[in-house]
């Protein structure tokens, strides 16, 4: 033990030996408030946004497979922009708390399913606590940041910078609480 007694000692004498030098303390006091200054403003920095992906994940999701037993389903045929002897569909699915709309393009074979919107209007367990029907627009505002497409009704997010500006995630406010959560993508 003595050992460590003498490191501890020598440790005492040589800091009490530093401010003998001319300038010496406060350029150790100098150093102490820039390390705690650089340390509280790493502390303070805003946490960056939550991506956007997941949650597009989630809403394509629900798209894929709305639920066992929907209220009803609207399908209605939609002329195929691309080729006049085409008629897609519209297929409107309608569950207890969303609904999901798929556009089936009949010109590919087999026809291609692509989703159109889904709109929550109740909790959905895949998406995270804070970001619910029923969350608060701070809430919303604190994960994702501020809104990346102007909505005056809601907090409204581009799904991707590379993509049309159809593709929106939106978080629909009433009275400062999100009253619906909407997914809508552009189909061509």
Known sequence: MPYRSDVRLSFVSSARATPSRPGAGRFGALSLLLAATLAAGC??????????????????????????????????????????KVTDEVIETHCPGWVVTVYVANGTQPPKLLPAS???????????????????????????????????????????????????????????????IEWAWYVD
């Open 118 to 180: 889904v709109q929550l209007t109740v909790k959905h367990p895949r998406l995270p606590q804070d970001l619910q029907v029923g969350s608060s627009a701070a809430q919303v505002l604190a994960r994702l940041g501020p809104p990346t497409v102007r909505d005056p009704a809601a907090l409204a997010y581009r799904l991707g910078w590379d993509r049309p500006d159809g593709d929106v995630l939106r978080f629909i406010l009433r009275q400062g609480q999100v009253a619906a």
């Open 43 to 84: 502390a303070s920095k805003p946490v960056p946004p939550m991506p956007l992906e997941p949650l597009e994940d989630v809403g394509r999701k629900i798209a894929e497979r709305p639920c066992e037993n929907p209220d009803r389903i609207d399908t209605r045929p939609q002329p195929n922009l691309h080729d006049p």
